[in-house]
């Protein structure tokens, strides 16, 4: 607020009014506490100031307690006792944890991150099986260049090797097409996102390293039935 209001000057003495209170009381600034986002988590710093209780009071107001050693539980009793000495007809309710607040705070990102990640999983198990078809069926295509290798004394271990090499260079660049698409794509994801970006490396590795294994066990196992096949069968796979 006193950046917004005040910018430049020193905003202790400045004086100001509520919007729609052209008649109302003038406050006056006292002093300047840290920005706080409220709302919901995320959200960005927002001009607020601390009124005086009289003027604006409030239901349920609470008390916040910092405890510098053990269980913030632990001093619940002594706070009760000490409040209940003051007045014994106050009511204590929804006493919770500062961690109880943030996951309550959380709970709808929470709910989002579990829909996304059964999406994300649906979809990456459909990449996977995608990526295992159609190299496995490429592979099963090639039969007869297999057996016309190994009639003319290819060892089984050099055809596999091979078949598996080339499965994987297709399927990596499948993979950097497929990276760089989804880099540009999630940037519109950036406002939903806590504690990870858009681009994060973790996520991009390790959904790399999965489709890597994968194209390896459709080149691999495919090319492994075919170099058991007899030659002579083989060549007469059409």
Do not use: C
Not at 132 to 157: C, D, F, K, N, P
Not at 173 to 183: E, F, L, N, R, S
Not at 208 to 224: M, Y
């Amino acid at each position: 607020m006193a950046a917004r209001f005040w910018p430049g000057q020193d905003a202790v003495g400045q004086r100001f009014r509520l919007v729609g209170e052209q008649d109302g009381d003038w406050f006056t600034v006292i002093g300047i506490a840290p920005d706080i986002a409220r709302g919901f988590v995320g959200s960005r710093p927002q001009p607020y100031a601390f009124l005086p209780y009289p003027f604006s009071e409030t239901r349920n107001t609470g008390i916040v307690l910092r405890v510098p050693k053990g269980a913030p539980t632990s001093v619940l009793a002594a706070v009760r006792d000490q409040i209940h000495a003051a007045d014994a007809s106050m009511p204590i309710f929804q006493v919770q944890t500062m961690e109880e607040a943030r996951t309550r705070g959380y709970w709808q990102y929470r709910l989002f991150s579990w829909m996304f990640s059964i999406f994300g999983a649906i979809a990456l198990a459909l990449a996977a099986v995608g990526v295992y078809g159609v190299l496995a069926y490429s592979v099963s295509q090639r039969t007869h260049e297999i057996g016309v290798r190994m009639a003319l004394g290819a060892r089984g271990a050099d055809v596999r090797r091979m078949i598996t090499v080339q499965g994987v260079r297709l399927a990596a660049i499948g993979i950097a097409v497929g990276a760089v698409g989804a880099a540009g794509l999630t940037q519109g994801l950036r406002s939903i996102l806590f504690n990870v970006s858009a681009t994060d490396p973790v996520s991009y590795v390790g959904v790399a390293l999965f489709l890597t294994v994968v194209a390896i066990a459709a080149s691999w196992l495919p090319a492994r039935r075919a170099t058991h096949v007899d030659p002579i069968v083989a060549l007469r796979t059409e």
